[in-house]
């Protein structure tokens, strides 16, 4: 930064201070402004997530990235992260589970908290909030049934 922006970035911060506002947090929230202008696509977003998650050893990365592919990135590939709502998420954790996979619907609902907590968590896509914080898999999916299944004496 050279002298004269300097000036002009101090003669901004003069005139917020003067309505009131403080210089830090309208910085902030230009800068999130910003990000969300660029239009983070959900693959964009996706694509680092599974880098991320790669570079970490989880251990089911591959089965992670097969399964968020599957039904998340190939119905919102080019949507803007920040334009995905719970609804949307709903539909289809519920389309999974109209196909009789509760199992996997309750995995996938996982897996989606997990990539937005990782988006909000690293800042660089201007997300503050995740669909997914008020989906509850019990009340979206149901309640895990337990299996009472006892090996017959044959089996034994």
């Known amino acids: 930064m050279n002298v004269e922006q300097a000036r ?43 880098a ?19 039904e998340f990135v190939s119905k919102w590939s080019a949507r803007p992260i920040h334009n995905i709502t719970q609804h949307d998420l709903a539909a289809v954790i519920n389309s999974i589970k109209q196909r009789g996979a509760l199992g996997q619907a309750r995995e996938l609902l996982g ?16 997300l503050t909030a995740s669909p997914a914080d008020r989906l509850g898999t019990k009340a979206l999916v149901g309640s895990k049934k337990s299996r009472s299944r006892v090996l017959s004496d044959d089996e034994f």
């Not at 991320?52 to 599957?70: D, P, Q």
């Open 52 to 70: 991320h998650i790669k570079a970490e050893g989880f251990t089911k990365a591959k089965v992670h990235e097969r399964e968020i592919r599957k």
């Open 111 to 126: 897996r989606a908290k997990s990539l937005w907590r990782w988006a909000i968590g690293c800042g660089a896509y201007g």
């Open 8 to 50: 002009d970035k101090a003669r901004k911060w003069h005139a917020l201070l003067a309505k009131g506002i403080d210089p830090e947090w309208q910085d902030e929230q230009d800068r999130l402004a910003a990000l969300r202008s660029q239009q983070h696509t959900f693959l964009s977003v996706a694509e680092a997530y599974f």
